[in-house]
């Protein structure tokens, strides 16, 4: 089941993410970019709105993946 989240709190120690992360890293770039709503609409059809246990957050999921896709390093598999 695919309920729209509007707001994620994942960690009660995701404030570490603002001294962690420099101010001027592509991943900051990236989250204040982009908006990833996009990825409700996309995903809509692909689940069951009334039946079944609640979905991973999709956006994260899509996060997660976008994370695999830049941090892989070359000649490693992606499997």
């Given at each position: 089941m695919l309920?729209?989240?509007?707001?994620?709190?994942l960690?009660?120690?995701?404030?570490l993410y603002d001294m962690v992360v420099p101010k001027d890293h592509?991943?900051?770039e990236i989250n204040e970019l982009i908006d990833f709503s996009f990825v409700?609409?996309?995903?809509?059809d692909k689940y069951c709105h009334d039946n079944g246990q609640?979905?991973?957050h999709p956006i994260c999921m899509f996060k997660y993946l976008l994370l695999k896709t830049i941090y892989t390093r070359k000649?490693?598999?992606t499997i």
């Open positions: 309920e729209r989240q509007l707001s994620m709190n960690s009660q120690y995701e404030g592509l991943l900051r409700y609409d996309e995903l809509k609640n979905a991973v000649g490693e598999d």
